[in-house]
């Protein structure tokens, strides 16, 4: 079951459109890999499931939508500053994205 939320709480949210511009392997994880996204006006290190099905060069170029304003939380030791939305199939991701048109930082709403 879905369970619904107030439209003061989604409207919280940052949505934003983000490039990611480099991803590199941890050493010792094989599940995740540290990512550099654009957010027009900054960048920012996030830590990027999914590694297992994905090769980082695979990632790199994407447009993806991220929670921008998502309070950081360290993983492997690194300090992941966004959160990368995805459609979940078998736990494998599909990464949310927009037309490459879309600027970096542009807000979702």
Not at 6 to 22: G, N, Q, T
Not at 37 to 55: C, H, P, Q, T
Not at 70 to 85: D, F, T, V, Y
Not at 88 to 105: A, F, H, I, S
Request: charged share 30%.
């Amino acid at each position: 079951m879905v369970m619904p939320i107030s439209y003061e709480d989604f409207a919280k949210l940052d949505l934003r459109v983000a490039k990611i511009e480099s991803v590199e392997a941890i050493p010792g994880k094989s599940r995740i890999v540290k990512g550099v996204i654009d957010l027009g006006s900054e960048k920012r290190n996030v830590i990027i499931g999914g590694a297992e099905f994905y090769k980082p060069e695979d990632l790199i170029g994407k447009i993806v939508i991220v929670v921008a304003n998502l309070e950081p939380k360290k993983l492997a030791g690194i300090e992941s500053n966004a959160m990368l939305l995805a459609a979940d199939v078998n736990d494998k991701p599909y990464w949310l994205t927009v037309n490459e048109d879309v600027p970096t930082g542009t807000k979702i709403k």
